[in-house]
């Protein structure tokens, strides 16, 4: 299930890897400074290993003038965070690969000084931890077992505009605190069972079942943050066409209930039927196009004075498409598009949400190197009407200064728009436009890594 908020945790891992990985030079190239733009190696090669980045900054936060930017009814300690700033950011990044068991956590912090403000500081922090296993059963069948657990202090929209691939880069710290509009610590965790067996070279059969809850610590009364439970079991049959192309026929079912009472539930009936592709193209050894499509039928079941349940089913088709290009030796471009339909964190309804993004990066000299991505994203929440909309753009470079320390400076936009009719969550703001600047040094901390490889 897609989450406007939580996304976050699972897309700091993701962008950990991303990062560590995307950012290692072609074999023979010259680069003094390796490890302060990622590690020495990729993280399939790497053995365990604890790193630290530590960031100093100062700023300017700037919303423009199209409305209130904190909820008027919001009586919690969220700060109104704009005007010129300085601050502090640290990110700790735990990894383990392995074929077995892989382990990979993060956590970080921020903190802001805005002095216009009558309560000048601000703090957000986050951690999250992602761990996978794997059984070989017999020679065909497989268990795989794996756990996401994370923690915020905050309630953001922030990555429900795109992907991880399209934010600045976590060795400048974060920027998501301009996303941030409600004080609310919370736990999520996920949890996934998967059963697979090969029943011939080109056929295998997978099951699997997935539970994610999230739970908030501090809830108003009068207007409670809800919280969620989503259950997904489904069934799948994939059937290997070519070297790139597989067939996919499954079922899927997933229910939600009632983020605000017992009396309705969404249900989902997912239509695993399409083709999963993946290739490099054959005009060119350097790009990469990917995508696969699906279906789902939409029930959103509400119980009458004689205790049935109806809805009416809505269907809905939905997949993805991620195109890559390698610009160069040290360069990549990517564009992505997805489309789901599920709950949002702190909504009610279902909704139907389309996003795309796409990026730029890579090094500029042997010091130097340039990040910049943008991300669009709208959706249907209560799957009648287009209802919200967001853009996120960002852009940094960054220039070495030694080994362990670079001078970063950065850019960021975003905003969205809710319709009238959309019910928000308590703190959330109808509309938001918001960009800053960033400047200041970071250095990364290698602490700890074990010998051998995993």
Do not use: C
């Not at 993280?43 to 003038?65: A, I, K, M, V």
């Not at 949002?344 to 730029?360: E, H, I, K, Q």
Request: charged share 20%.
């Amino acid at each position: 299930m897609i989450s406007l908020r939580h996304i976050g945790l699972v897309a700091a891992l993701s962008a950990i890897t991303a990062s560590a990985v995307g950012a290692q030079p072609p074999e023979g190239s010259s680069r003094p400074y390796r490890g302060l733009f990622g590690g020495a190696q990729p993280l399939s090669s790497r053995s365990q290993s604890l790193d630290l980045t530590l960031s100093g900054f100062g700023g300017w936060d700037e919303p423009n003038d199209v409305g209130p930017q904190v909820n008027p009814q919001d009586t919690s300690d969220r700060v109104d965070i704009e005007g010129p700033y300085s601050g502090a950011s640290t990110t700790l990044v735990y990894t383990r690969p392995g074929e077995n068991l892989i382990l990979r956590g993060v956590a970080s912090g921020f903190y802001g000084y805005f002095p216009d403000n009558e309560s000048p500081s601000y703090t957000s922090s986050s951690a999250a931890l992602d761990a996978r296993s794997g059984f070989d059963l017999g020679r065909r069948t497989r268990l795989t077992l794996s756990e996401l657990v994370g923690w915020s202090t905050d309630y953001r929209l922030g990555y429900g505009s795109g992907t991880p691939g399209s934010d600045i880069p976590l060795a400048s710290g974060s920027t998501n605190f301009d996303n941030s509009l409600e004080r609310a610590p919370s736990l999520d965790t996920q949890s996934r069972i998967e059963f697979s067996h090969r029943l011939s070279r080109k056929a295998s059969l997978t099951a699997l079942y997935n539970y994610r809850y999230v739970y908030y610590f501090d809830t108003s009364d009068d207007e409670p943050l809800p919280n969620g439970q989503d259950h997904h079991v489904g069934i799948r049959y994939d059937y290997r066409l070519t070297q790139y192309a597989t067939f996919r026929a499954g079922y899927g079912y997933r229910r939600s209930p009632s983020r605000t009472d017992d009396t309705n539930e969404g249900v989902f009936h997912d239509v695993d039927l399409g083709v999963n592709y993946n290739r490099t193209l054959s005009f060119s050894r350097r790009t990469r196009l990917s995508f696969n499509t699906g279906s789902t039928i939409v029930i959103n079941q509400a119980q009458g004075e004689d205790g049935s349940t109806f809805g009416d089913p809505q269907p809905y088709i939905i997949g993805g498409a991620q195109l890559t290009h390698e610009l160069g030796r040290t360069w990549q471009a990517f564009a992505d598009y997805n489309r789901s339909v599920s709950f949002l964190d702190g909504f009610t309804s279902p909704s139907l949400n389309d996003r795309a993004s796409a990026g730029v990066g890579g090094l500029m000299g042997r010091r130097t190197d340039l990040s910049s991505g943008v991300s669009w994203s709208t959706g249907s929440i209560g799957l009648d009407e287009n209802n919200y909309h967001a853009w996120h753009a960002s852009a940094q470079v960054r220039f070495a200064l030694t080994r362990g320390l670079a001078l970063f400076g950065s850019y960021y936009y975003y905003m969205h728009e809710f319709g009238a009719s959309v019910q928000l969550p308590r703190g959330v703001v109808s509309s938001l436009d918001r960009q800053g600047v960033r400047v200041g040094l970071t250095t990364w901390v290698p602490l700890w890594a074990s010998r051998g490889t995993q």
